[in-house]
């Protein structure tokens, strides 16, 4: 079996064609690199061959490098493992160099033979960086197609000679959207942005007669044309200078220093630009090198790429179950958690019926997804008949009997035990007895919930995030009685729907919420404490925090923070940790400051609701003191307030894979992405170096901080938790 296929036509065209077994979307490999390459030998070598056209059997062209590929180079280096990626990635270089030289005379740059690339879809990563060294690109009028450089999003950069030559063919500034951001864009925004040349109807066919047609002028690529300037100016350059200072500030003032990979590859261009095209491809070798070697780019691959991915195929669904895909959902509860799963479920097409207590309510719920598709028409990215389309799946009622037929029903009424008990009664009167019940909560415990079920087999927690459209993550909930089929039918609905999943077991808060409410409130004790606002915030983002602890506050609303508050204090009593926390929650809350939708909170906000920094009258309370402590013990503080507890919902069961751990940590509330997730952060500072902070912050400020005994006696083992819960671990 083989990924790559040679065939010459009756005109002298070699037509090479990936196509990998068993893969929906082609992903290159080693072995895929070295077939390539002798295909191409074979080519140049041919007096027949008049020219190569590269291209997919697929509907896509290709999905990017196959990360595992990367870890293989370094294992089988043995004691020099970046001696044995780098020697990996200058072979990769090696073949792509030899196609856009394509057999021309060094010195005359004559005599190549034309190699294009034909996209039929999509092309990523390194599906974009091998058309790249080809002489002219033909892309599929195909507005589905997806085409870019995503790599910075998962902790690393185009190394297969994507980051030079897309600086050298657009310059710094025209590359950076690309690079820097992860951008794709559709075949025709492609080629307005100069990444491809062409787009057509039939990708081979024009790419074989611009073949047949090539002059050797047509196959120079201009960095290897004499007196060569790159577009916008080189770093010396007046020009070239001013573009690469931005850069550096914009990087800096996006990352805050804590994602190596984007300074490694804005290193990798600076330093390229000043420097012969060969010898700029060494350059991006070693920074690559350099930032595969790093341990938060290998925590983020693992859990952005290939954890992210596990999860989402399934790695955790009941095995034994047959499909669940749901046909119909009924929604109770039209307000905005509501509306917004109605949205994404009637995108995803599935039937929607969507319920609340009044008609015009339940009609607002819909034109919640009038309005999203309304901003998605004019940003081009849809159309009236879509919308049409969407619109027409959702029914707008307040009749419990539309929900006949309905395989899923998902809950998403006032958090009041009495109400959702209610409206369950009055839901499984109509239903099938084989529809599965979900109650969409943030806090209420699953199995009490379910006390009100005649099914409490079938009764699940989806638990969505805020807002439904934007948020990746959907938390699913097992209560004590729920069944398989139900964990399988949430997994199923979460795919279809687009959304990542965990699944945890019930429990106060269950995951997410265990974890956040933690760090929240360690900000706002620290504001009691007297340690400037401003410090808690931005040692919060120095570290990779996308929200300070008062702004997220702010955010999710002073009001919810005092009855969640409220709640807990009454179910723990004696118990209750937090009434230092209580002690300015609640003192805002009689001020009237809610947090943004009050356009009052922690901030100030303007009439629009739109922040303009800490308030001020904070202080007037809760003084600041003379003495501040470091950045450092702050940032300390605010991690160990999360990571803790995701320890503890392992060390509990709660938590039943560790990836959910990290892959839920990033997506449900933005856990410093460049760590790979809480877990993933404590493998890499060590259990013994985790034990050592955790006990000094424990005689500094409490017991909230004790070190779990997990953890602890990982210490003593010198084990990780990728090492000792590892998923293959676990499933043999």
Known sequence: MTDFTYAVDADGVAIITWDVPGKSMNVMSLEGFRELDTHIDTALADDAVKGVIITSAKKDFAGGMDLNVLAKMKADAGDEPARGLFDGVMMMHGV??????????????????????ALPGTAVGIGLELPLACHRIFAANNPKARIGLPEIKVGIFPGGGGTTRLVRKLGAM??????????????????????????????VAAAKDWVLNAKDADLVKPWDQKGYKMPGGAPYHPAGFMTFLGANAMVNGKTQGVYPAAKALLSAVYEGALVPFDTALKIEA??????????????????????????????????????????????????????????VSAMAGIEVVLIDAAQDAAERGKAYSEGLLDKAISRKKSTEEKKAEVLG????????????????????????????????????????????FATNTSTLPISELAKASKRPEQFIGIHFFSPVDKMLLVEIIKGKETGDRAVAKALDYVRQIRKTPIVVNDARFFYANRCIIPYINEGVRMVAEGVEPALIENAAKLVGMPLGPLQLVDETSIDLGVKIAKATKAAMGDAYPDDAVDEVLFWMYDQGRLGRKSKSGFYAYDEKGKRIGLWEG???QYPVAEDQPDVTEVQHRLLFAQVLEAVRALEDGVLMDIREGDVGAILGWGFAPWSGGPLSWLDMIGAAKAVELCDALTEAYGARFTTPKLLREMAEKGETFYTRFAPERKAA
Do not use: H
């Open 286 to 343: 070693r920074w690559f090198t350099n930032i595969m070697m790093n341990p938060s780019s290998a925590a983020m691959i693992r859990s952005l790429f290939l954890n992210k991915e596990a999860l989402e195929k399934g790695a955790v669904r009941p095995r034994d179950v047959p499909d669940q895909s749901v046909k119909k959902v009924g929604i109770l509860g039209a307000g905005m958690m509501g509306a917004g799963i109605a949205y």
């Open 96 to 117: 792509l160099r030899k196609i856009e030289r394509a057999g021309m005379d060094p010195k005359t740059l004559k005599g190549g033979k034309p190699i294009a690339a």
């Open 174 to 203: 025209g590359a950076s959207p690309y690079l820097l951001e992860g951008k794709l864009v559709e075949p025709a925004k492609a080629k307005a942005a100069g990444l491809i040349d062409e787009v057509a109807d039939d990708p």
């Open 393 to 436: 799946r959702i029914t707008p009622t307040t009749d419990y009997a539309a929900l006949e037929g309905c395989d899923l029903i998902v809950e998403a009424v006032f958090e009041d035990p009495k109400v959702k008990a209610e409206v369950t009664a009055r839901t499984e009167a109509v239903v099938g007895a084989d529809c599965i």
């Open 618 to 620: 904070l202080a007037a």
